[in-house]
């Protein structure tokens, strides 16, 4: 079967770090880009960070950049969000996606929950 | 920053067409795709490159992009298509992800 799984989300204190898996089966990373996009509680989507596949390339939204790292492994079909510097406006669910195209998202993970509190 | 537009709610009464609409700077010289996301769930792709539908996707769904306006439209609404959609495009400028605020669409 087809799918993203995430894992990792967990309470943590403002400043702390955590990192975020997602794991994929049924298909081989490698083969594409990859996302992260967050939803704070009602709030609306925001773009996180992606991943090229070759020549690894990543950008990150300003929110984000100098505090996150994503980092992928395609021998453990995996991607890896590392989060440091951890904010109460980091507090969201985290999907991982991947990227297809003129970059739209065609497959999605159910998330995993990153709250920041105190 | 690129930044996309769209209204907080549309609402209609079941049977009727939705029409969500994602304005942007020139928009249509972008390609647009729409997610529906209901509560707990995860987004789900409703349609690419303007006005293709993923397979899975009902007919009902359709889109389209022009100027500064693209536009989702969900003809024979259904109580099941109660949910937020959003517009999301590429901001080559930038190598960045765009997402509009998103539509509350209410099937009343």
Redesign the interface.
Known sequence: QVQLVESGGDLVKPGGSLRLSCTASGFSLSGYYM?W?R?APGK????VS?ITNVNIYT?Y?DSVKGRFTLSRDNVRNSLYLEMSGLRADDTAVY?C?RV???????L????TLVTVSS | SYVLTQPPSVSVAPGEAATMTCGGNNIGSKRVHWYQKKPGRAPVLVMYYDGDRPSGIPDRFSGSNSGSTATLTISRVEAGDEADYYCQVWDGSADYVVFGGGTKLTVL
Request: charged content about 10%; proline content about 0%; glycine content about 18%.
């Open positions: 996302t996009i939803q609306g989507l925001e773009w992606f950008n939204a999907y996606a297809m195209g003129a970059n739209y998202f065609d999605w993970g159910l998330g």
